[in-house]
């Protein structure tokens, strides 16, 4: 099991399935349609991360601060991504995330590492819209 600094997130491979939890409390969670605006690298994160720009429409802008560092900013710029808006703000390093973007391991991420791959949406979704 490997213990992200940054997020004090604990990621294991071929972790088990966790606890049920009901419908409603799942509700709670407001993940949102968000497009990159822009993804450089970040300084001072402690892992290799981006500053990432979101835009979710009638939400307005958000950063998120995330393992993404493996996928090349024109691969994320202009496109859809999975975001989760209502987790609170947390300090990263010098940075402040606003959001969480979503993502699964990357195939290619170090084991000391949590980077991912964003869960992408289609094109034509619109920024701001709900997920469920």
Same mark, same amino acid.
């Given at each position: 099991?490997?213990? %992200?600094? *940054?997020?004090?997130?604990?990621?294991?491979?071929?972790? +088990?399935? !966790?606890?049920?939890?009901?419908?409603? !409390?799942?509700? @709670?969670?407001?993940?949102?349609?968000?497009?990159?605006? /822009?993804? =450089?690298?970040?300084? *001072?994160?402690?892992? +290799?991360?981006?500053?990432?720009?979101?835009? #979710?429409?009638?939400?307005? !802008?958000?950063?998120?601060?995330?393992?993404?560092?493996?996928?090349?900013?024109? *691969?994320? &710029?202009?496109? @859809?991504? &999975?975001?989760?808006? @209502? #987790?609170?703000?947390?300090?990263?390093? =010098?940075?402040?995330?606003?959001? #969480? &973007?979503?993502? /699964?391991?990357?195939?290619?991420?170090? %084991?000391?590492?949590?980077?991912?791959?964003?869960?992408?949406? /289609?094109?034509? /979704?619109?920024?701001?819209?709900?997920?469920?």
């Amino acid at each position: 099991m490997l213990l %992200d600094e *940054e997020d004090g997130v604990a990621i294991q491979k071929d972790s +088990p399935q !966790k606890p049920q939890i009901t419908f409603g !409390k799942f509700q @709670n969670v407001d993940m949102r349609v968000a497009r990159v605006l /822009a993804a =450089p690298l970040a300084s *001072e994160t402690g892992m +290799p991360s981006r500053v990432i720009t979101l835009d #979710l429409g009638h939400l307005g !802008k958000r950063t998120s601060i995330g393992q993404f560092a493996l996928v090349a900013e024109d *691969e994320l &710029v202009g496109k @859809n991504v &999975v975001a989760c808006v @209502n #987790l609170g703000t947390r300090e990263i390093g =010098p940075h402040r995330s606003e959001a #969480l &973007v979503l993502g /699964a391991p990357h195939p290619q991420g170090r %084991d000391d590492q949590a980077q991912a791959t964003p869960l992408f949406v /289609a094109d034509t /979704a619109t920024p701001g819209d709900q997920i469920f």
